[in-house]
């Protein structure tokens, strides 16, 4: 499904005219015109990442154009991830280089590794311990977003000279190279009086949530990263104090709604009428992946979720004595897409086969389900006010302040994460309490919240694996309930996408050895929280954790049924079900026409619309 945000990318080889322009992600038709204007210069960008190996990969990219397209004669730009074109017409100064550079190098050097050698292995980026900074070379940088002339490229490329090769080895040990590489090099090479310090763009700064040492599992160091535009943000594209013309970041699962201002901005608004202007579709899943792209537990549910929407169209598009609207599964899921309205998350919609009943044919369809609302207010309501959301998932981004794994898909060995959101107020203490499905009080925490706290999250180290069915999470104040919170746990029906047998079932779908969560016990909680443990509660779940095939997957897909809602049916393709909507006139369906997110042809004016 091609996204909103990619109106702005453009890749377009004119070898009449000599220009290569290579934009591989989000700029536009504008920025083109302007480059034009300027053919004895390159442009070139790399989003630098943790790692050495993009940083060599990025040199190899740079090296190529030269190499294998001899009709080049004015410049090659590469775009990666993330930025949105804020101008319509560039102006620039012809022959320079354009980076951005720190104010404070030492700052810049220990704020960014440059004194520790760090090694990639096993996709993590290992600090192995401090080393020198090469003497006579002064080292710079700040932002791997640059422009670089075509001489200055060639002579990175091609050069054999000391400091080229010497600093080719330096940063293939180095975090985050593409932010200080080229800007060294160029500050110390005989191109350095084309050094202009300007990097074009705004980046939205909020070091208060992006300094989060978020990416510790992945590289032994802690860094800072923007966060996502929000309308709010827009005034910060219509200053003109200095020259900007790119912005950073947008991402539509977080807020489509500014990346739809600055396109009206920009290009005007669509005809009225013109449909799927709110809708945001981002697809997880297709079939060309493959299944072993999926983990065993979105497996599990997508399965999942087509039955539910199977039975959806049995119950409600058939009259009684018709099998035209009655089907059998048949395969794994086709795709998957996460489905967003107005900026609101409304659950996934799955494409997959089945065959009609009816007529014993093939057909596509996609449903589409929503989570239920699980978040509960006490009643009667507490005095304690302060409280505004709570929610359990995985995937916590701190940043944004949302759980990355949409709809909250769990399974027995998932290590969720408890989130609260509050409004302003004194200082108060809390107590969090974690439920199991049969009543086992897995885990409870007491939560100091200071008066400015908007967000709190915690992820209690439970045993694993947990006991799958739906748990209750409890928020306390003074030992009176606030309110409470319920997520599902997934039985598994798949084990490395096979099918699951009936003694792994067993092992995973039985909670910790002797329902211990933690090593403190907190069953005389239990009465205080009026939850009995029942024996046929318990002895349910003993019959439940032991089943397999056709017995576990209606287990499975009851608890689904519980907590989701097949809220629509469509078909892809021709259908024997005679009410069944076609997916492409539906507008929920990621079939149905999203003109803001059409790239076509460039118009001869050099637009894309």
């Known amino acids: 499904m091609v996204t909103h945000e990619r109106r702005c990318l453009i890749s377009l080889c004119d070898v009449k005219g000599g220009d290569l322009v290579s934009v591989t992600k989000k700029t536009n038709d504008q920025l083109v015109a302007f480059l034009s204007r300027y053919r004895d210069m390159n442009f070139l960008k790399s989003h630098g990442r943790d790692n050495a190996s993009y940083f060599l990969l990025f040199l190899e990219r740079v090296k190529c154009p030269f190499e294998a397209v001899e009709v080049l004669r004015s410049f090659v730009w590469i775009l990666l991830e993330g930025p949105w074109c804020i101008r319509t017409v560039l102006s620039m100064v012809k022959c320079s280089n354009w980076t951005l550079l720190n104010s404070s190098a030492f700052r810049f050097i220990r704020k960014q590794g440059l ?5 990639e292995c096993d996709a993590h980026m290992w600090r192995l311990g401090d080393r020198r900074i090469p003497e006579g070379i002064a080292v710079d940088g700040g932002s791997d977003w640059f422009l670089l002339n ?13 400091l080229v090769t010497k600093m080719k080895q330096f940063y293939s040990y180095t975090l985050l190279p593409a932010e200080s590489f080229f800007h060294t090099v160029l500050e110390n090479s005989p191109h350095c009086d084309t050094m202009v310090d300007n990097n074009l763009r705004i980046t939205n700064w909020n070091r208060k949530l992006g300094c989060k040492c978020q990416y510790k599992h992945i590289v032994d160091w802690c860094g800072c990263s923007p966060n996502d535009f929000k309308p709010q943000d827009f005034h910060r594209f219509q200053q003109t104090a200095r020259p900007t013309f790119f912005a950073r970041k947008f991402e539509a699962v977080v807020n489509q709604e500014i990346i739809g201002q600055l396109d009206y901005y920009l290009y005007g608004n669509y005809p009225a009428g013109t449909p799927g202007l709110r809708s945001y579709w981002e697809n997880v899943y297709d079939e060309p992946d493959g299944v072993h792209s999926l983990s065993d537990v979105a497996l599990t549910l997508y399965h999942s979720f087509a039955r539910l929407g199977l039975r959806r169209a049995e119950r409600s598009l058939h009259s009684e004595g018709d099998h035209s609207c009655r089907y059998y599964p048949m395969g794994h899921p086709a795709s998957v897409h996460l489905y967003f309205l107005a900026d609101r998350f409304q659950g996934f919609l799955v494409k997959h086969h089945a065959t009609n009943l009816a007529v014993s044919k093939l057909e596509t369809l996609e449903t589409w389900v929503m989570p239920k609302k699980v978040f509960k207010i006490a009643s009667p309501p507490s005095d304690f006010g302060r409280l505004q959301f709570s929610e359990v998932g995985t995937d916590w981004d701190a940043k944004e302040r949302l759980f990355r794994n949409f709809g909250g898909l769990l399974g027995p060995m998932d290590e969720p994460v408890g989130m609260q959101k509050w409004g302003k107020g004194p200082n108060v203490t809390v107590t969090v309490v974690w439920v199991d499905p049969i009543n086992v009080i897995a885990a409870t925490y007491d939560i100091l919240i200071e008066s400015t ?61 002797r329902s211990a969560y933690m090593e403190q016990s907190f069953q005389s909680l239990n009465p205080v929280l009026s939850l009995p443990i029942s024996p046929t509660q318990v002895e349910q779940a003993r019959r439940n954790a032991a089943s397999s095939g056709a017995v576990l997957e209606r287990w499975l897909d009851s608890l689904v049924g519980g907590m989701w809602t097949a809220m629509d049916v469509c078909a892809t393709g021709p259908t024997a079900c005679p009410v069944m909507q076609i997916c492409s006139q539906t507008a929920w369906s990621s079939f149905s026409p999203d003109p803001k997110s059409e790239l076509g042809a460039v118009k001869p004016d050099g637009r894309l619309r």
Do not use: C, M
């Open 115 to 119: 004194d520790r050698l760090f090694l």
């Open 150 to 162: 075509r001489k200055f490229v060639e002579y990175v490329t091609f050069s054999t000279d000391d």
């Open 453 to 513: 706290a908007e967000f709190t999250h915690y992820k209690p180290p439970l045993n694993l694996p947990l006991r799958p069915g739906v748990w209750t999470v409890k928020i306390l104040h003074h030992w009176v309930p606030v309110a409470e919170t319920k997520f599902l746990v997934a039985p598994l029906t798949f084990s490395n996408r096979q099918p699951i047998k009936a003694e792994e079932a067993l092992k995973l779908h039985n909670g910790p050895l």
